[in-house]
């Protein structure tokens, strides 16, 4: 009688045993799904943010640029037809909207090709401007900041650069002046992208935004600021997705295999976040082990209630 009750006792033991596992095992691809749907849903929302972020960057420079703009063609022709006109009307009032948005410089393109700029050549003559052109071997009118903003007749952003004083990314917005039918020229402001690096280096995630020739300029990780850096397995792959949907790819140099969220940026940009597979999966598995261990406290109590 006693032999059956041991093994009645023994079954009961080792079914439950059993159940406990697969309750665990269920338990797991539950809170594993949860899980990766949560850490996902927050590298999304890090790239709404860096989004928002460049959205707002754009559209702070475009309004700055085009009241400027306004500003100047409140002026009567005769005041802007020509290099004379120009440094005695507007020359001043480049340097003012300079120095109160802090850019790199603000120019006027005029049709033959001569600038009349506020930058740091003037400042370093302790001038608020000066002029430009050929007797410096330039000509504006072959620059794609110029022949963009004339072809389109509107406001033009080119592709981030690399600015030869400062060394880091740059962008010139540009806009074309008519007055009374007249075109008076181009106007163009540099702008670095040091306050909205600045501002990258406080958001949360790896977060980058890149323009339409895969160049990335600003990051929360600075390693994809340097110059050559190939993030075209990325971007190749971005074009491919739709806006916020996540995908994983293997980065060529090293063959990580990792996880990346994209979005379009005002439909010039691309803000993405990437990560190692390892660590978008580390909170799933830090779960998991810590399941592992109830479990096996859980088989260890069954076991001991079988011995006794």
């Known amino acids: 009688m006693k032999s059956v009750k041991l093994k009645v006792s023994l079954i009961a033991n080792l079914i439950a045993v059993v159940c406990l596992i697969i309750l665990g095992v269920v338990t797991f691809m539950f809170v594993k799904q949860a899980i990766f749907h949560e850490v996902v849903k927050a590298e999304t929302n890090y790239v709404k943010t860096a989004k928002n972020s460049m959205e707002s960057f754009k559209a702070r420079n475009s309004l700055a640029l085009e009241s400027l703009a306004k500003s100047i063609l409140k002026h009567p022709v005769e005041q802007l037809d020509n290099q004379d006109a120009l440094m005695h ?99 163009a402001v540099d702008i670095l992208a040091a306050d909205l690096q600045a501002e990258f280096e406080n958001l949360p995630g790896r977060t980058f935004v890149f323009d339409e020739e895969n160049k990335v300029f600003v990051s929360t990780d600075k390693a994809l600021l340097q110059k050559g850096y190939d993030i075209s397995a990325i971007a190749n792959l971005a074009k491919t997705k739709e806006d916020l949907e996540p995908f994983e790819y293997t980065r060529p140099k090293d063959g990580n295999e990792r996880f990346a969220v994209c979005t379009k940026v005002s439909g010039i940009y691309t803000a993405c976040v990437g990560e190692p597979i390892e660590q978008i999966e ?23 209630s079988f011995i006794s």
Do not use: M, W
């Not at 009032?93 to 802090?102: I, Q």
């Not at 410089?105 to 052109?133: C, H, M, R, W």
């Not at 859980?298 to 076991?303: D, E, G, I, N, Y």
């Open 89 to 187: 009307y507007v020359g001043k009032d480049l340097k003012n909207f300079r120095d109160a948005g802090r850019f790199l410089a603000v120019y006027i393109a005029q049709p033959n090709g001569e600038l009349v700029v506020s930058d740091p050549d003037s400042d370093a003559k302790n001038l608020d401007f000066g002029t430009y052109g050929k007797a410096d071997n330039y000509d504006a009118r072959t620059r794609e900041y110029y022949i963009e903003a004339v072809k389109t007749n509107k406001l033009y952003i080119t592709p981030s650069y690399i600015d030869v004083t400062t060394n880091l990314p740059c962008f010139t917005y540009s806009i074309p002046l008519y007055k009374d039918g007249k075109f008076i020229g181009v106007l």
């Open 282 to 304: 580390a909170p799933v598995y830090k779960i998991h082990l810590y399941k592992l261990r109830l479990l096996f406290l859980q088989v260890l109590l069954a076991s001991s």
